[in-house]
């Protein structure tokens, strides 16, 4: 099993920056893919970014945050950070970090972290 842990999320006012980073331990050579997910206040869990561990972007960002947000992976500390520049309040949500093992895509079967909080303020 991979255990993952996210940190870095907080208050930040509109227009601001906060960069999350998500630290796995365990089996980690057996993931393929690491990525990033949100959940705003009352709705479901949505996509936000992906990566291979080599730092290849898979997919396509989330609509919502292409060109703001930039997803990168640092593979000799075992991590992978989600740059977040120009926040908007529609980006407040719970910032969860996830890992799949090759083959697969992300699901309630993958490896997920507990998540970080990130509020932005108008």
């Known amino acids: 099993q991979v255990q993952l842990v996210e940190s870095g999320g907080g208050l930040v006012q509109a227009g601001g920056s906060l960069r999350l980073s998500c630290g796995a331990s365990?089996?980690?050579?057996?993931?393929?893919?690491m990525g990033w997910f949100r959940q705003p206040p009352g709705k479901e869990r949505e996509f936000v970014a992906a990566?291979?561990?080599?730092?290849?972007?898979?997919?396509d960002y989330a609509d919502s945050v292409k060109g703001r947000f930039t997803i990168s992976t640092d593979k000799a500390k075992s991590t992978v950070y989600l740059q977040m520049n120009s926040l908007k309040p529609e980006d407040t949500a719970i910032y969860y970090c996830?890992?799949?093992?090759?083959?697969?895509?992300?699901?309630?079967?993958?490896?997920w972290g507990r998540g970080t909080q990130v509020t932005v303020s108008s």
């Open positions: 996830a890992a799949t093992p090759p083959g697969a895509w992300f699901d309630d079967d993958s490896s």
């Open positions: 365990g089996r980690t050579s057996s993931v393929f893919a």
């Open positions: 990566v291979t561990w080599r730092g290849n972007t898979i997919d």
